[in-house]
């Protein structure tokens, strides 16, 4: 999903340097306005989905959570034609345990600020799946109907787990640790109201107990691989086999 000097021309004076990171669901360029150093990324997600995505990070900001922050374009508009600036959020990679236990202390954080928290458009928490069917990139419908049906014994099984915002992808290419240890998170596309071990299953160090790591782990395989079916085939056929081999 490539980017032309027409589609930035909202920002005055934007100017794109590199790629850097390409996938199926959203191209992220850095970039400079003037001076400053930016991120631009194209959405996909509707209007209104990019709306709370937006407003989530002022709410985290106003909540001293590390964040990007939005840059507006020259009319005033966070966003336009899917299109979002944002400044560049510097740090490094966590890659220490020390590192991923302030990761997990931050995302709980963000679980316990949020729990109640409004849905986002179009999403569900799993346990939700077999009335609501689609959820950011899932769609039960498009699966064979007993792929769906093992999934979704999966799903239903997290009906009393906790119910907050998630990141929903807070991998170490999303995360910066700054100098003062704190821990910034980026790329929040895939974030919603969920069981809030979506965050937890797959960080570089284990952080639950061995029993709740373990099914951590199968919603983790089930999720991936009704996120990824219609997207990202070939992975989510990988994640649905080491489901079914837990």
Request: proline share 4%.
């Amino acid at each position: 999903m490539g980017l032309s000097p027409s589609d930035i021309n909202a920002w005055g004076g934007l100017r794109l340097l590199e790629l850097v990171q390409g996938g199926h669901r959203n191209d992220v360029w850095q970039a400079k306005l003037g001076d400053r150093l930016v991120a631009v990324r194209r959405s996909g997600r509707s209007e209104e989905s990019l709306a709370w995505e937006i407003n989530l990070l002022d709410f985290l900001a106003g909540h001293d959570f590390v964040v990007p922050k939005v840059v507006n374009a020259d009319n005033g508009q966070s966003s336009v034609e899917g299109i979002v600036v944002q400044d560049w959020l510097p740090g490094r990679a966590p890659s220490t345990k020390e590192d991923w236990f302030h990761v997990a202390g931050e995302l709980q954080r963000l679980h316990r600020l949020t729990v109640g928290y409004e849905q986002r458009p179009g999403c569900a928490a799993v346990h939700r799946l077999r009335h609501q069917r689609r959820s950011v990139d899932a769609d039960l419908d498009a699966l064979p109907d007993e792929v769906a049906d093992e999934l979704l014994t999966v799903f239903e099984s997290f009906e009393s787990a906790p119910v907050a915002v998630v990141h929903g992808d807070p991998g170490a290419p999303n995360i910066r640790i700054g100098d003062d240890d704190s821990v910034g998170l980026l790329d929040w596309d895939e974030s919603r109201v969920d069981v809030t071990w979506h965050d937890l299953s797959n960080l570089g160090e284990q952080v639950l107990g061995d029993a709740e790591h373990n099914r951590a782990q199968a919603l983790s395989h089930a999720w991936e691989a009704a996120n990824g079916w219609l997207v990202e085939p070939d992975y989510a056929r990988r994640r649905l086999n080491e489901l079914r081999r837990l």
